[in-house]
């Protein structure tokens, strides 16, 4: 339930208002707009008797929230939520690339490559440093080290840095450095993670696990979200389907589904939706067609030696052609390439 005061309401109207949800039982969640505040109710499953609430001073409107997804909905906020990491935006109108390496393997890899995709227009680095990989025997990442080189590569290219958190050891590891924390497809659904990243605060980029539906995403985003982080984008990678075209099934129809029921920004990672460098580009443009507010490309100096995801890195001379498309598709749409400070 949403709960929508007067323009003029007062801050005494509005906290007899919070005061009275949690009477009944609920907790409430304000969101102050430019022109009147709004305020959410959060915990009730069915719907709740509006009635009293409707008679307090300062309420215009009680609006019954259909979807089970609240504040991430759009019925919650209808303008376009523009999430700020290390000063690069991410949504409102402009397209945010980021790339790097699947992992982290050294200090050369990974400064020369924040190096080099800064100088062809991206605006933040990705790189992972503690890896979810499905074999145990598979290279699992150079961890609390790993995190310590993608900041001195964020100095030396200026480019705020996303690395994914598995567990509680590398959220503590990663929040104080890491400009987003990036939840994999593999801990959607890790909703104790999920609630962890919200407490922290930081930017969070939530991928689509790999055999959810939108809506549980979208769930899924209420869970950090409901912490009382807004700081959240979601990043559609493919998903599993019979389709052995590619190494996953790009939801290009997410996106402007994503768009039309929420107010968070969308990105695509193409790398792991499609699993082949050659084939990363068109589906990159369709993505960014599609309505995207952001892009998350793999990218290595010598992709033939990666310790992982090698086959789906682009090398540098391959990423300088994509971003010169990439930046054409998105001016045909009307979006210039967003960069960093
Ligand atoms: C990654 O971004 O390197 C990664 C592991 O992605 P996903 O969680 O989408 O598989
Ligand atoms: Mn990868």
């Given at each position: 339930?949403?709960?929508?005061?007067?323009?003029?309401?007062?801050?005494?109207?509005?906290?007899?208002?919070?005061?009275?949800?949690?009477?009944?039982?609920?907790?409430?969640?304000?969101?102050?707009?430019?022109?009147?505040?709004?305020?959410?109710?959060?915990?009730?499953?069915?719907?709740?008797?509006?009635?009293?609430?409707?008679?307090?001073?300062?309420?215009?409107?009680?609006?019954?929230?259909?979807?089970?997804?609240?504040?991430?909905?759009?019925?919650?906020?209808?303008?376009c939520t523009?999430?700020?990491?290390?000063?690069?935006?991410?949504?409102?109108g402009t397209l945010t690339v980021m790339a790097g390496p699947c992992a982290v393997e050294s200090r050369e890899q990974i400064v020369s490559t924040a190096k080099f995709i800064a100088s062809v227009g991206a605006a933040m680095l990705r790189g992972g440093a503690f890896k979810p990989r499905t074999s145990p025997y598979a290279f699992q990442g150079l961890c609390a080290e790993g995190v310590q080189l993608l900041a001195e590569a964020r100095a030396a290219s200026g480019l705020p840095f996303v690395t994914e958190v598995i567990d509680e050891k590398s959220l503590e590891v990663c929040a104080e450095d890491a400009d987003m924390l990036q939840i994999g497809a593999r801990n959607m659904q890790n909703f104790s993670l999920l609630k962890m990243v919200g407490q922290s605060g930081k930017p969070v980029l939530l991928k689509r696990g790999m055999s959810a539906t939108v809506k549980d995403l979208l769930m899924s985003a209420e869970y950090i979200m409901s912490e009382g982080n807004e700081?959240?984008?979601?990043?559609?990678?493919?998903?599993?389907?019979?389709?052995?075209?590619?190494?996953?099934?790009?939801?290009?129809c997410a996106i402007p589904y994503i768009k039309a029921e929420s107010h968070l920004p969308v990105v695509v990672d193409p790398s792991h939706a499609m699993g082949v460098r050659d084939k990363i580009a068109p589906v990159a443009?369709?993505?960014?067609?599609?309505?995207?507010?952001?892009l998350m490309i793999e990218v290595h100096p010598n992709p033939r030696a990666a310790l992982s995801d090698g086959p789906q890195s682009l090398d540098f001379e391959c990423f300088a052609q994509t971003m010169k498309q990439i930046a054409a598709v998105a001016a045909a749409v009307g979006k210039t390439i967003a960069s960093a400070k």
């Open positions: 339930m949403l709960i929508v005061m007067k323009n003029n309401a007062s801050p005494e109207q509005i906290s007899a208002v919070e005061e009275e949800v949690r009477k009944l039982g609920f907790t409430p969640y304000a969101i102050p707009g430019s022109q009147r505040t709004a305020i959410g109710v959060l915990g009730n499953e069915k719907q709740v008797d509006s009635i009293t609430i409707e008679g307090l001073p300062g309420v215009i409107n009680v609006i019954h929230v259909s979807r089970p997804y609240k504040l991430v909905g759009r019925e919650f906020r209808q303008t523009t999430v700020e990491v290390g000063g690069v935006k991410i949504g409102g700081k959240i984008v979601l990043c559609e990678r493919g998903i599993r389907t019979f389709s052995d075209a590619s190494r996953n099934t790009l939801d290009l443009l369709a993505a960014v067609a599609s309505g995207a507010d952001g």
